[in-house]
């Protein structure tokens, strides 16, 4: 049986520290418990992460960036916005299912607690998001599928708090529920146009 190279052992330790983050939380995980559910001695996470803040940036900016790949890939695939929001709720309610939280709204509940890079990772985090969402929700509007008086910064923010919100909902009730497309549209105060819901 073949050992696990560097790349090997590097790419489960961010898996491994991913959970912990959306599970137990930045704060509650220790490198004790991540050499326990890897397999491997501390010394050795400290060798791939000299620090817990180095750690925390490489999964982030690894989680983004296959969100960000995600979010293309959804606007490819899919033409309206009903759609397109419908797969960005299931991508991002996808761990729920698995008894995990939003890896930003876990984040952001400790926002206090983290370094000051972390922090501001966090920030573009969410920002990343609401963008793609407003852009989605504007491309929307110039196809007549939603109004076009809404405004799509403010929808966008409330999309988001609302999914953030029921994802912690979920979490904490442990029932799996997800929340769909055409909910969001309308917590969010949009009437899609006739031409949408078909």
Not at 75 to 86: F, K, N
Not at 105 to 130: C, K, S
Not at 148 to 166: K, M, N, W, Y
Request: with cysteine.
């Amino acid at each position: 049986m073949a050992r696990p190279t560097h790349s090997d052992t590097r790419d489960s330790l961010m898996r491994t520290a991913e959970s912990l983050l959306r599970s137990k939380g930045y704060a509650a995980f220790s490198y004790a418990d991540l050499a326990e559910a890897v397999g491997i001695r501390k010394a050795s996470i400290h060798h791939h992460f000299p620090a817990k803040e180095d750690l925390g940036l490489a999964v982030v900016q690894a989680y983004v960036e296959r969100m960000v790949q995600s979010y293309d890939d959804i606007c490819h695939r899919h033409s309206s916005v009903e759609v397109r929001l419908a797969a960005f709720a299931d991508w991002f309610m996808a761990g729920a299912k698995e008894g995990r939280l939003p890896l930003c709204g876990a984040l952001a509940a400790e926002m206090a607690v983290l370094p000051l890079r972390l922090q501001a990772l966090t920030r573009n985090f969410f920002r990343i998001q609401l963008q793609w969402l407003q852009k989605v929700l504007d491309e929307g509007a110039a196809l007549q599928e939603i109004p076009a008086h809404i405004d799509t910064e403010v929808c966008s923010r409330q999309i988001l708090s609302l999914l953030e919100g029921s994802s912690f909902v979920d979490w904490a009730l442990d029932d799996r529920k997800t929340v769909d497309a055409r909910t969001l549209l309308c917590l969010a105060g949009i009437s899609p146009a006739p031409r949408a819901l078909h």
